[in-house]
C-alpha cells in the first residue's frame, strides 16, 4: 500500500510539473489541430488516410479509426522526443539528488515516471479524440455520434502504442549511449522501419492476420478497412496511403460500420501495456540513482602519499595588489576572422569520434564515383543525415556548458560568433557533400548545385534557431529527421530542400528556400539578441 502511494505521488508530480508549462498547452493546441487535419475536408489536395483513391465517409466508426491509426502512427515517433526528458530534467534540476537520498526504490522511480511519460501522451490522445469529434460535426458527411465507435479505436489500439512509447523512453534515458542524440537517431530509424514494414505487410495482401508483434496495432484495423474497400470495389488492389498523400483527384467514399473487436484483439493489445510495465523495470538495471560515480562524472583520483599533509599545511599570506584589466581592443585589426571560425568548426568536430570522419569519406567517394542517378537517390540523402548530431548542438552549446556568460560578454558576439557559427556549420554541409557537388559540376547541372548550396545554407540555420528559441537539441533533431523522411527520402517537391527530386526544382523550391533561409537567420539573430539583454 505504501508502495503504490509512492508510485503514484511519483507519477501525479511529474505530472503536475510537466502541464503547468506553457509549453505544455501549445502542445495540447498543436494535438487539437492534428486531430482536425487527419481529416482533410473533400477539397482538399491532399488525403491522410486512403485505399488507392477510397475512403470512408466522415461518420463516428471512420473518424475513430482513422483517428486511432494515425495518432498511433504520429505519437509513436513524436511522443517518444516529447517525453524523454523526465530523468535529465531532474537531473538538471537537482530534483534528481533529493530523490537520491530518500529510500525511493529504483524500479518504483522508473515505472512512476513512466506511468508520467503516458499519462502525458494519454491527455495528447483525449485532446486528437475531441478535436476529430468536433471535426466529424464539421464536414457535415455524418451528424450522428457513436461514443464507443469514435473512442474505442483509441482506447484499443493508440493506447498500449504510447505505453510503449513511455517505456521505451525511459529506457532510453537511463542508458548512458543513449541518453543524448544518438539515441533519437537510433530510435528514429526502428520507428521508420517498422512503418516500413506495417505499411509493406498492409499492402502485400488484403487477408492479414494480426500478429503479436505489430507494436503500433496498425495491421488490425488497415485489414478491416481494406476488407470493406475490397467488398464495395471489387478493382481495388490493397494499396495504403497513410500521411500527407496528394491526391490526384476527388475520392469515392463509402460507408463503413465499424471495427469487430475479437477477444484475441484484445489480448493482444493487453499484452502490449505488460510489455510496456517489463521495459519500465527493466530501465531500472541502468538507472544509476543520479550517482556521479556511474555516470558520466567520474570521482577524483586519490591523492598520493604525502599530498594530504602538504595541502594541510596553512599557505603564507599574499599581500593585496592592485590589478588593471587590459581593455577590450577597438581596432578593426584585433578580430581575427580566421582564427575565430576555426575555433568554432573544432568546437563543433571536438567530439567526432575516428570512424565517423571514415563513414563521412565513404559517402563523399560513393556520391562522386557512383552514377548520377544512383549517386542523387541512394547516397545523397545519407550525405546531410550523418552530422545530424553535429548540428544538433548549434545554438544550445552556450547553455549546455554554461559558457553563455563567457561568449555574451565577448566584444560583439552578434557580428562576430553568431554568424561564424552558422558559417562552421555551412562549411560541415559542403564539405560532406563536396563529392555530390563535384559531380553536378561534371555533369554539368547548375540547377541541382545551386539546391546543393542552398541546403548547406539551410540546414545550420534551422539548427540555430531551433536550438536558441527551445533550449534543447530534440527539437532540431525531430524537425529534421521528418523533413528528411518526408522531402529528401520520398522526394515531396514542397519540402525537398536537397533538391533530389526533378520537380523540386521545377517548382522553384531553392529559391523558395532562400527566402526561408534568411527568415531563420533573421530569427535566429533575434533570439541570440534577446539571450545577450537578458
Request: glycine share 8%; net charge positive.
Amino acid at each position: 500500500m505504501i508502495l503504490a502511494r509512492i508510485l503514484y505521488q511519483l507519477m501525479l508530480a511529474d505530472f503536475l510539473e510537466r502541464i503547468r508549462r506553457s509549453s505544455f498547452l501549445i502542445t495540447l493546441g498543436s494535438m487539437v489541430l492534428l486531430g482536425y487535419y487527419f481529416l482533410p475536408a473533400p477539397s482538399a489536395n491532399y488525403a491522410v488516410l486512403s485505399f488507392e483513391g477510397y475512403r470512408g465517409i466522415y461518420n463516428s466508426a471512420w473518424v475513430g479509426g482513422a483517428v486511432a491509426i494515425l495518432a498511433s502512427l504520429w505519437l509513436s515517433l513524436v511522443g517518444f522526443f516529447l517525453v524523454k526528458n523526465t530523468v535529465e530534467r531532474d537531473l538538471r534540476t537537482g530534483t534528481g539528488q533529493i530523490i537520491a537520498t530518500t529510500p525511493v526504490p529504483r524500479p518504483l522511480y522508473t515505472l512512476g515516471k513512466m506511468l508520467s511519460n503516458f499519462a502525458v501522451l494519454a491527455l495528447m490522445v483525449a485532446c486528437i479524440v475531441i478535436s476529430a469529434a468536433a471535426t466529424q460535426l464539421v464536414r457535415g458527411e455524418d451528424l450522428h455520434i457513436d461514443l464507443w465507435a469514435l473512442v474505442g479505436p483509441s482506447l484499443l489500439l493508440t493506447l498500449p502504442t504510447v505505453a510503449v512509447v513511455s517505456a521505451v523512453a525511459i529506457l532510453f534515458e537511463t542508458i548512458g549511449w543513449l541518453r543524448r542524440g544518438l539515441g533519437n537517431i537510433v530510435y528514429a530509424v526502428l520507428w521508420a522501419a517498422t512503418v516500413v514494414i506495417t505499411v509493406t505487410i498492409a499492402t502485400a495482401t488484403t487477408h492479414i492476420t494480426p500478429a503479436i508483434d505489430d507494436v503500433t496495432g496498425l495491421l488490425f484495423p488497415l485489414a478491416q478497412m481494406q476488407a470493406a474497400v475490397k467488398a464495395m470495389f471489387p478493382q481495388y488492389g490493397g494499396g495504403v496511403s497513410l500521411g500527407a498523400d496528394v491526391k490526384g483527384g476527388p475520392l469515392h467514399t463509402f460507408v463503413w460500420s465499424g471495427m469487430q473487436w475479437p477477444v484475441e484483439i484484445i489480448l493482444e493489445r493487453l499484452f502490449w501495456i505488460g510489455i510496456a510495465l517489463v521495459v519500465a523495470l527493466l530501465a531500472a538495471l541502468f538507472f544509476t540513482r543520479f550517482d556521479p560515480a556511474r555516470g558520466r562524472l567520474r570521482p577524483l583520483a586519490a591523492a598520493p602519499a604525502g599530498e594530504s599533509e602538504r595541502t594541510e599545511q596553512p599557505l603564507p599570506e599574499i599581500a593585496p595588489a592592485s590589478v588593471r584589466l587590459t581593455p577590450l581592443g577597438a581596432s578593426p585589426g584585433s578580430f581575427r576572422l580566421g582564427q575565430l571560425f576555426l575555433s568554432e568548426l573544432r568546437l563543433m568536430l571536438s567530439k567526432v569520434p575516428w570512424w565517423w570522419y571514415l563513414v563521412a569519406l565513404g559517402l563523399i567517394i560513393a556520391t562522386l564515383l557512383a552514377p548520377l542517378d544512383t549517386a542523387r537517390q541512394t547516397f545523397y540523402p545519407f550525405v546531410w543525415l550523418w552530422p545530424l548530431l553535429i548540428w544538433s548542438e548549434m545554438g544550445i552549446r552556450e547553455s549546455r556548458y554554461r559558457t553563455n556568460q563567457l561568449v555574451f560578454s565577448t566584444s560583439h558576439p552578434l557580428l562576430r560568433q553568431f554568424p561564424l557559427q552558422w558559417a562552421a556549420g555551412v562549411c560541415i554541409a559542403l564539405v560532406t557533400a563536396s563529392g555530390m557537388a563535384v559531380h553536378f559540376l561534371i555533369s554539368g547541372d547548375p540547377a541541382s548545385l545551386l539546391a546543393l548550396i542552398l541546403g548547406a545554407l539551410f540546414i545550420p540555420a534551422l539548427a540555430l534557431i531551433l536550438g536558441i528559441w527551445t533550449g534543447t537539441s530534440k527539437f532540431f533533431e525531430l524537425l529534421y529527421l521528418l523533413l528528411w523522411y518526408i522531402g529528401a527520402l520520398n522526394h515531396l517537391p514542397a519540402l525537398d530542400y536537397m533538391g533530389i527530386s526533378k520537380n523540386a526544382l521545377a517548382v522553384q523550391m531553392p529559391f523558395l528556400l532562400l527566402a526561408v533561409i534568411v527568415l531563420l537567420l533573421v530569427g535566429a539573430y533575434v533570439g541570440r539578441w534577446r539571450q545577450i539583454r537578458i
